[in-house]
């Protein structure tokens, strides 16, 4: 059998990812069931041939374009560690920039937050370990991901947030809340880049809406009035070149102090307006 040493030099097969080590060193270390850093520690460890032909298996899915996180079940978000799957969206670093804009906002330590289309509930958990005294409510469509959403709440052990089955708004008692956010689908069907990369892995329900991209993001925006409280915040991510559009739309919808947040690529990819008297402005993105 092969050592550690040995196998992290396979990376040169995964010739399509942009990440091929950190993607072999991740599937190497789930199969020994060890961090990054003991792969250096101990290069020299023999894999037995049971794990030699698991981590075969799993180095051969990727060559083949199967998403890391779908193939050893778990994604990091906000320092959470998720269970993820083929129903939803893999948690990505660019929504930590919704999270962290949402905290901005919202200081305060009771707050009734709303996350539309919660996934793998990567948005509403992460809100949820940084303010335990909010009230949190994930909203999501699909059978398996609301089951998927309910199973990291209780791994994480987060009672202050609660998992309800809703297409968007349409399921939701009346009520109000200081804050909703939204990572809809976005991306328009005829996007190129559907073909590539994880994407192609991913539930197309939760990546594309019709109008370019922009269906959804319209319907949160002409429905989420009734659901804020006076002053209360709308946050949706979008797409980097949508920010423009999606502006029109908040405004239009009734918002005001509308705005873009960039990430740090320099990229708009988050925008917010509230539904009732003019907030500060947060801090200009760095």
Known sequence: MASVKDNIARWGELTHSESARLDTEILLGHILARGRAWLYTWPEYQLTPAQQSAFDGLLARRRRGEPVAHLTGKREFWSLRLKVDAST??????????????????????????????GSGAIALALAAERPGWQIIAAERSGTALALAEENR???GFHNVEI???????????????????????????????????????????????????????????????????????????????????????????FIDVQSRRDYCRRERITLGTRGRIQPQLPAST
Request: aromatic content about 8%.
């Open 89 to 118: 969206l893999i948690p990505r670093p660019d929504t930590e920039l919704l999270v962290e804009t949402a905290l901005a906002l919202c200081p305060q330590e009771k707050v009734r937050a709303l996350d539309l289309g919660t």
């Open 164 to 254: 309800h089955r809703s297409d968007w708004f349409a399921q939701l008692p009346p009520q109000r809340f200081a804050l909703i956010v939204s990572n809809p689908p976005y991306i328009d069907s005829a996007d190129p880049h559907l073909q590539q990369g994880d994407v192609r892995f991913e539930p197309r329900s939760a990546l594309v809406a019709g109008r370019r991209g922009l269906a959804d993001i319209e319907h949160i925006a002409a429905c989420a009035g009734d659901y804020l409280e006076v002053g209360g915040w709308l946050l949706v991510e979008h797409g980097w070149q949508q920010a423009a559009r999606v502006r029109k739309i908040f405004t239009a919808a009734g």
């Open 154 to 156: 209780r791994n994480l």
